[in-house]
Structure formats: C-alpha cells, structure tokens
C-alpha cells in the first residue's frame, strides 16, 4: 500500500463528489497567484482524511503500511512521518520522555526546538559545552567521556539530547555515549536533523539510532531531496520507548490536517533514496564532492575531522571569512549557509549537481587568486560560558516580565532567549542571570527580564 498510489488511484477513479476540507476541492479553484506559484498539481493532491486516506494521527490502514515499510528501510522498532519538520518530533521526543522537573543532560549548541521543548515538558536542563575548535570557530564531537562524569555526580538523569551530525556536520560517538546511557537507564535521543542521508551512504558514520541511541528524527528536506518541512522520527529496536507516548505527543502538538503531498512526498523521498538508483546518486554525488575537495586552492583548508562528508566548511588561510562570503554574495551572486570570523560553511545535498559545485570552485579559486584586503579574525565565535540558570525554561516561560533598558540588565533575570546568529546558540535563555560579562555581547538597547 502506498499513500503515492491512493492519490494516483483516487484521480483515475470515479471520484466521490467531496464536501470535505480543504474546499479548493483538489483544484477546483485555485486563488490565481497560488496557481502561478504552486501549480494545479499540488492542489490535486491536497486531501483531508477521506474514506481510505487513513489518518496520520492513529494509522491503521494506507498510513500505517508506509510507515511499516519506512521503518524497516531504517531498521527501526517504529518510525513516524514529520509534516511539521524534525521541530516536531524533537518536540514529541521530548514530550514523551521527560516530565516536569526531570533531569536531562544537553550540550549548550543543540537547535532551538530543545529550548522550546524544555518549556514544554518543564524539565531541568543539565547544559554543558562541547569541547571547542576555536581555528575554525565551531564545537566538537561529544565523547563518551564528556558526559561520563555528569553521571557521576547527579543521580537519576531522565534523558540526553545529543545534536550529531551538527549543523557543521561533526559526528559525536553514540556508540559509547549509548552505552553509559543504557548503564544509567537514560533516553538517549539524538537529532539527526543534518544526517538524513547516513542510511544510504558512507557519510563518515553510521545512523544513531543503528549505533545504540533511542530515538533519532532526522530531516529530509535539508540534505534528502524532500520538500520543507518533510522529516522522520524513528525508535530503535532496542529501545524501552514506546511508540503510543511518541504518537500521543505528535498528537499534542501537531496539526488534525497533515499534508498529504508532503506525506506522498516523504514516501517517494524515502523509497529513492533506497533504490539502488538513489543509493548511486548519492554516492556519485560523494564522489563530485570529494574532487571538489581535491580540486581547492593551497590557501583554502576544508574541515576533515571526524565530519559529514557532504558538508563544506572552508577556510581561508590569512582572511575573515566574513570577507570572502561578502565577494561570494556580491561578486559571483553565491550565498553560503553561513560564515563566521573562521569559516564559511556550504551545505550540499541531493540537488547539489556538479555545474552547481564547478561555479563554486571557480569562484573560490578567482576569489584566492584577487588581491584584496583581509586579515584573520582573532574575535571567537565560540565566546560563550555557562550561565547561572535561576529558573528552569519552563518555570521561567510562566512568570511576568517587562522589558528595560540593557544598561540597568546586570543581576536581573533574563525572560527571552538571547543568540547570535551565527552560530545560533543561546548567550542567555529565559530564567538564566544577566552578568557583567554577557551585557557587551548583547547588540539590541533593550532586555526583556523577570
Ligand atoms: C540541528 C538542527 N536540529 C533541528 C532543526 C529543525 O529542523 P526542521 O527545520 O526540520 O524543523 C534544525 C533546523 O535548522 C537544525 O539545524
């Protein structure tokens, strides 16, 4: 059974006359610049839950075949389909293992769904900071041994949330961190929102959830070929987490209309990828990304330590990379995810052909033959320490705040979430205490503060 071949079905068919949401009735009328944008194609395959569409919030039927069919594609106990993108089940992960209180262990540079989800569940975030590598201005791997020792001094720590790949695409060891959480009976989930394709290729480490982590959600709309928000969930075989509390969670927090055309979507995705024609795609494509690698200028280092193999983190040696991306945007009309002081970071994927990777390997080779100004950057992106948290996120989310002025914010407790995009992670989270040393680093007059 396939959710690709209801659809199909349903157009050949003799169609019932539908007075169901959505009411364009599968494109009878489209609004005009929808059409323009979107196609009728789209709207042909946009469904509710009709007779025999089955229902993503308790599959019993078409739904529950594909979800059966995903979950042994990826060797899991149980898999779900994300409409709401890896936020979703990060969310739903979280809601399902944690409770008001609990402990869990969290490396500080996880994405901010995990912030929104300690909101949630009201549970007490444990934070450390990964080892850092401060010439390229991203964090590590996590070890074994980084979160051996919160073991050791806290008792009864419900889960740990591990980002791996990370956005830069640094694996940390889940084989050995899986194992001391299986010691200390904690849920180890890992967001895998960056290794959509580790199941299909050699990207340089295995699944997480096939190296002992219990649940892992990973995004096929970043690297897999899928349409935004399109991801996946999956439960290990091995794992003590029951899929009903994951279900039950997803249905706490997501939408009663799913997208069909991003269900059908996710289907096709997944069954291309694990078509032997996908599995070659995939492995032609490491293969024009490795003699893009090759193909660099002396001047230009690429990150190779323990790393997705599909990510590009490039250096400059002797520049700001800030200034190369500034003559990537403006003179060769090139736009990388991001840059910092250290590095510029390209992400490459299903649609990254080989005329798209020869454009960038020319523009980078003309950019380190120009004669232009630029010096490396001391400043570290990494400038961070860990605050001193006076209210959990989720205690700190129920109480009143008012907004000040930054200058009279020293000994206040902060109410938002306050980053620095890059790299994205938090100089201070709601309830945590505004010190000296964090005023500087805040651009914006004003802080909103319990
Ligand atoms: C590390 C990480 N986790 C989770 C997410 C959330 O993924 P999604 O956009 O599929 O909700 C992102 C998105 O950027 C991310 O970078």
């Not at 997480?208 to 892992?216: E, F, H, P, V």
């Not at 129920?398 to 620095?420: F, N, T, V, Y």
Request: aromatic share 8%.
């Amino acid at each position: 059974m396939s959710i690709i071949k209801k659809i199909k079905d349903y157009y050949k068919s003799n169609k019932s006359l539908l007075f169901t949401t959505p009411t364009h009735s599968q494109g009878s009328f489209i609004i005009p610049d929808a059409q323009d944008i979107l196609g009728s194609q789209y709207f042909k395959s946009d469904f509710s839950e009709i007779d025999g569409f089955d229902n993503l919030r308790a599959p019993q039927d078409t739904i529950k075949a594909v979800l059966e069919q995903i979950s042994q594609i990826y060797h899991s106990k149980y898999s779900f389909m994300l409409t709401n993108g890896s936020t979703s089940g990060i969310l739903a992960a979280m809601l399902s293992v944690l409770k008001n209180n609990d402990k869990v262990l969290i490396a500080r540079n996880c994405h901010i769904s995990v912030y929104n989800g300690l909101v949630l569940t009201g549970a007490r975030p444990l934070w450390f900071l990964p080892d850092a590598d401060e010439q390229w201005g991203i964090y590590k791997g996590i070890t074994a041994k980084d979160i051996e020792k919160y073991f050791e001094s806290e008792n009864d720590i419900k889960a740990v949330i591990i980002t791996s790949p990370t956005y830069e695409g640094i694996f940390s060891d889940i084989k050995n961190i899986s194992e001391i959480c299986k010691k200390n009976n904690a849920i180890l989930i890992v967001d895998e929102a960056h290794g959509a394709l580790l199941n299909f290729a050699d990207l340089g480490s295995k699944p997480a959830i096939l190296s002992g982590a219990d649940i892992s959600i990973q995004s096929l709309h970043k690297t897999a070929g899928a349409i935004n928000p399109a991801a996946l969930m999956h439960i290990a075989d091995s794992s003590p987490v029951k899929p009903e509390s994951v279900q039950n969670a997803l249905n706490l927090i997501n939408t009663t209309s799913p997208s069909y055309p991003l269900m059908a979507d996710i289907e096709a995705t997944v069954k291309y990828l694990n078509s032997s024609a996908g599995k070659e795609y995939i492995t032609n494509l490491l293969q024009q990304i490795e003699i893009f690698k090759t193909c660099l200028s002396q001047n230009i280092s690429c990150y190779s330590e323990n790393n997705d193999k599909t990510k590009l983190l490039l250096r400059f040696n002797g520049c700001n990379a800030l200034d190369i991306a500034e003559i990537l945007n403006t003179k060769y009309n090139i736009e990388e995810e991001y840059s910092t002081q250290k590095a510029l970071l390209f992400i490459t994927g299903i649609g990254t052909t080989p005329e798209k990777l020869k454009k960038l390997s020319e523009a980078l080779f003309n950019i380190s033959d120009e004669n232009f100004e630029s010096h490396a950057d001391c400043t570290n992106p990494l400038n961070l320490t860990l605050p001193v948290m006076k209210y959990t996120p989720g205690a700190a989310y129920q109480l009143d705040s008012k907004i000040i002025d930054k200058d009279s914010a020293q000994g206040c407790i902060c109410a938002e979430c306050i980053m620095k995009y890059p790299p994205g992670i938090p100089l201070l989270l709601p309830g945590e205490l505004i010190q000296n040393s964090h005023l500087c680093c805040i651009e914006k007059s004003t802080v909103r503060v319990i």
